[in-house]
């Protein structure tokens, strides 16, 4: 999806749900063929080979404003900002599962995810605020898989992120399935050094479609 006629071809897709299980994968890495963006590539793949349907979403392919907190979702718990988010929004709250790819900056997913993350505010003030869901009480049958990657070897390089991925899948209903973390991984290209950390993303996406078609 490289131009606006891509984009709009992968909105129409959005309208059909089909039997089988349904993933959004979600790039969220400023590079289009960064680290995070290939290991996600193979995870795509292993999750298609499994028999899932995937949707694929380039977060910098997107218009879409971050959060402004007009809380204008709290009539009805769906963001009133008119852009890209209302079909990512519709996309989010049908899937079965969710693979996200983020690479670290300052400790934290990017620029990108952290906006996609923050218009998601929408469905916690419909869970939390308009369905009054007690917090942490439920089962979780929609699942996630986190990617990232990093390019120093802090101890605690990933932990804000993974923080954060984890209480944006819950206002989505999902739980935090499997993380795949690695760091002192910076240049581009450099994650094709490690095959066995493109073979991991392989079959943690297979696995994923597999937990999800077995729920």
Not at 14 to 35: F, K, T
Request: charged residues 25%; hydrophobic residues 40%; aromatic residues 10%.
């Amino acid at each position: 999806m490289n131009d606006r006629t891509g984009l709009d071809r992968f909105f129409n897709s959005l309208q059909g749900e089909g039997s089988m299980v349904e993933i959004a994968a979600v790039y969220g890495s400023p590079r289009r063929q960064g680290n995070t963006a290939t290991l996600l590539k193979h995870a795509v793949a292993g999750a298609r080979d499994a028999g899932a349907n995937v949707t694929e979403i380039v977060l910098r392919d997107l218009k879409m404003s971050p959060c402004m907190e007009i809380y204008g979702c709290k009539a009805d718990g769906r963001c009133v900002i008119d852009d890209d988010f209302r079909n990512v929004e519709a996309l989010l709250m049908r899937i079965d599962g969710l693979m996200l790819a983020s690479p670290i900056f300052f400790y934290a997913v990017s620029a990108h995810t952290k906006i996609l993350m923050d218009r998601c505010n929408s469905r916690w003030v419909n869970k939390y605020w308009i369905e009054k869901q007690p917090f942490g009480q439920q089962d979780y049958p929609r699942k996630g898989l986190f990617i990232s990657v990093g390019s120093t070897k802090g101890k605690k390089l990933f932990d804000g992120a993974l923080m954060s991925v984890r209480y944006f899948l819950d206002a989505l209903d999902m739980e935090l399935w499997q993380s795949l973390i690695y760091g002192q991984i910076e240049s581009e290209g450099q994650i094709l050094q490690h095959p066995s950390f493109l073979k991991e993303a392989y079959e943690s996406g297979a696995a994923l479609a597999a937990v999800l078609a077995g729920r």
